[in-house]
């Protein structure tokens, strides 16, 4: 009698559905604690040396793990949940954009990078993980607005309220602006906003002009 096309077999490590290998919960436990053991993250040629390339296809499709770039993959959601030394990878750098954004909680999008903010005429490089996402700045837009706090035992630079809010309006093209006018709208809403301040910012910005015409139409 031949086998089902569609079968289970108990206390295997898969299922077999019309052909594709689906791992079962206790499997892929193993590449979950792999990448927990291995800094965060695993590389498609780990993952082969290490038997786990079947879990990790099935991890991409399923959205639990996903590519932070190419030949490099995380558990989703890991990088929110977790801050980096920033200052011993990226020297000065300063959390900037999504990253900014996602800490003064203006934006439910969940940053897939490190958004880090550095002078435009700086050259670093980058660790292979965790994924950074790099914005070179002038020096009046890099340093205008930095304050320094604690997330999860380090100190590193963050971009302030209106530095944050400001930037929106500045990368609308880049961001879209559908994301750059949400940020700004929860930033309106914000009881401990500076209006004062953001204006001195986005006159420095170049940005003023909008966020005028912005807050008129908001408030």
């Known amino acids: 009698m031949s086998t089902p096309p569609n079968y289970y077999?108990?206390?295997t490590a898969y299922f077999r559905i019309c052909g594709n290998f689906v791992l079962n919960k206790g499997i892929e436990m193993n590449i979950t604690e792999y990448i927990a053991r291995n800094g965060?993250?695993?590389s498609s040629a780990e993952a082969k040396k290490a038997s786990?390339?079947?879990q990790l296809l099935y991890g991409t499709r399923t959205g639990r793990i996903v590519r932070v770039?190419?030949?490099v993959y995380a558990l989703n959601n890991g990088l929110a949940k977790q801050m980096i030394d920033v200052e011993a990878l990226v020297p000065g750098g300063?959390?900037?954009l999504y990253s900014a954004w996602s800490y003064h909680e203006l934006t439910t999008q969940i940053p897939q990078a490190y958004h880090i903010a550095i002078e435009r005429t700086r050259r670093v490089t980058l660790p292979v993980f965790p994924p950074i996402e790099l914005s070179f700045m002038t020096q009046k837009s890099y340093e205008l607005?930095?304050?320094e706090v604690?997330?999860?035992g380090f100190k590193v630079k963050v971009y302030d309220l209106e530095k944050s809010a400001c930037d929106a309006i500045k990368y609308r093209n880049k961001i879209g602006l559908d994301v750059s006018s949400e940020i700004f709208k929860n930033y309106l809403s914000r009881k401990?906003?500076?209006i004062t301040r953001l204006y001195e910012y986005a006159s420095q910005l170049h940005v003023g002009k909008k966020i005028d015409e912005l807050i008129k139409y908001m408030l």
Do not use: A, N, S
Request: hydrophobic letters at 35%; aromatic letters at 8%.
């Open 40 to 42: 965060g993250y695993i």
């Open 52 to 54: 786990l390339y079947d």
């Open 145 to 147: 607005g930095v304050m």
């Open 69 to 71: 770039r190419r030949g």
């Open 192 to 194: 401990d906003r500076d």
């Open 94 to 96: 300063v959390l900037c």
């Open 150 to 152: 604690e997330i999860d």
């Open 9 to 11: 077999i108990k206390h």
